[in-house]
């Protein structure tokens, strides 16, 4: 231990934070999970990941990969191992001005990559939150505003620039190295640390963005209504539903559907979110014309003490009225978790199921059960969750691994289905094969 300590302060141009020091608490957590790492490595550069990356091999100490800090199960930390946080590596720079092409640090969040792409009048489809990083949604998927329309964030992705387990650096793209650009969109950090992802940005304008609300009386036809119509949408609209939320009232809470239309022109906004409106008795309707990077939100910190228990399933489109039927049922009861669901298809749905290692294409929508509290409101949750899937588990197709908050191998199996599982663990074996990087949903490599 002590040689490769001293071989790594010598190579290692970034900060080393060991328990003690200054700085330590706060780089040792995630914004959902607490670590006790015995060094937290902030590299500066890519030699510097090198470096870090062949200490963890050498010492055999557990690795964790910080990016954001977003994730529910806290793999951006751990306890005695090392974790290698890539908050300086957030560089955002368009590097062709004629294809729109934007390298992006692995340690960016989407909050700098708006700021940055807006003087230029350029976006990326990302996800909802400014503070998440672009590594965690990226390498899983990304569903945000503009999924409809240009697709998941990793279907942006032209090239990426890896750190392997071996401490190698290597370019991967459909062209260098194809079979790792397959694993990286959509196996999470299986494979290695990506240091620098490049992606295709789009022109973009203002858009029209805002919530409009329904009776919790309603809550059925809305949802039935909802889920009918995005079958047809235009694919320039994308929306997200909120009901039973418990801060709001629970099964009484309001039904909250939040829309977003990727275009300033108000009559074509209009004839694309008027039939939203029409779906029952308006309550509150506050859609305005927004920049696109305000319609991000900012990153909650919960409160200490709060936990999250959460599952999701992704519904193809002949399922999806018996799952909205169900989650109305659910929603309408004391025990009921605040539900949410999110449109998908359009562009997603338009890339075959094998292109990359996000394999859930058919799928028209996502919803996101979770229970939040403290501890014991998490502990008595479990039955109700049980109950909740016993009704919608036979219509799932699979999970979205952004918004688990456990990592079992039930989890895992519904994030990949079997032929791309074997794919991954194939690609884990060449490139990976004592499998370093396990803080993760872990295909193993044997």
């Known amino acids: 231990m002590s040689s490769a300590l001293d071989t790594l302060r010598r190579e290692f141009g970034g900060g080393i934070i060991e328990p003690g020091a200054t700085g330590y608490d706060a780089a040792s957590r995630t914004v959902l999970a607490v670590g006790t790492p015995a060094y937290v490595l902030q ?20 690795l964790s990969v910080r990016g954001g800090g977003h994730g529910f199960p806290g793999f951006g930390t751990n306890a005695d191992g090392v974790v290698i946080d890539l908050r300086r590596l957030a560089d955002v720079k368009v590097i062709d001005e004629e294809r729109h092409v934007v390298r992006i640090g692995g340690g960016a969040t989407w909050g ?27 390498l899983s998927g990304g569903i945000g505003w503009k999924v409809r329309k240009y697709g998941l964030a990793l ?37 290695g640390i990506v240091t620098a992802f490049e992606f295709l940005a789009h022109r973009t304008t203002d858009v029209f963005f805002g919530t409009i609300s329904f009776p919790a009386a309603e809550t059925a036809a809305v949802l039935t209504g909802w889920g009918e119509y995005f079958r047809t949408a235009p694919e320039e609209l994308t929306s997200n539903v909120v009901f039973a939320n418990p801060f709001l009232g ?51 910190v919960p409160p200490p003490g709060i936990r999250f228990l959460g599952r999701n399933g992704l519904v193809d489109e002949e399922s999806a009225p018996k799952v909205l039927q169900a989650l109305a049922e659910v929603g309408a009861s004391k025990r009921s978790p605040v539900i949410g669901l999110r449109s998908v298809g359009g562009a997603v749905s338009r890339i075959p199921d094998d292109a990359t290692a996000y394999a859930h294409r058919s799928a028209q929508l996502m919803f996101v059960a979770t229970f939040i509290g403290p501890q014991p409101v998490i502990d008595a949750a479990g039955p109700a969750m049980e109950a909740l899937w ?57």
């Open 43 to 62: 590299p500066a550069s890519v030699s510097d990941v090198q470096s870090g990356v062949r200490f963890v091999r050498d010492v055999g100490l557990a």
């Open 112 to 138: 700098q990559v708006a700021d940055a792409l807006a003087p230029h009048g350029l976006a990326i489809s990302s996800g909802d939150t400014k503070s998440v990083g672009v590594g965690g949604l990226t």
């Open 155 to 191: 279907d942006n992705l032209v090239a990426a620039e890896v750190v392997t387990a071996a401490g190698d650096v290597l370019r991967a793209s459909t062209e260098e190295n194809a079979e790792l650009f397959w694993a990286i969109r959509g196996g999470g950090g299986n494979v």
């Open 250 to 300: 629970g099964p009484d809470a309001p039904v909250q559907v939040l829309v977003a239309f990727d275009g300033d022109d108000p009559q074509r906004a209009a004839e694309a979110i008027d039939p939203i409106r029409r779906l029952g008795t308006v309550l509150e309707d506050v859609v305005t014309l927004k920049p696109y990077g305000e319609i991000l939100e900012e990153g909650m």
């Open 390 to 446: 016993d009704k919608v588990g036979p219509h799932v197709r699979g999970a979205y691994a952004n918004f688990l908050t456990t990592a079992t191998e039930e989890d895992v199996a519904a994030i990949y289905p079997a032929a791309t599982r074997r794919r991954l663990a194939a690609v884990k074996r060449r490139y990976d094969p004592d499998n370093l990087f396990a803080g993760n949903y872990n295909v193993r490599p044997r």
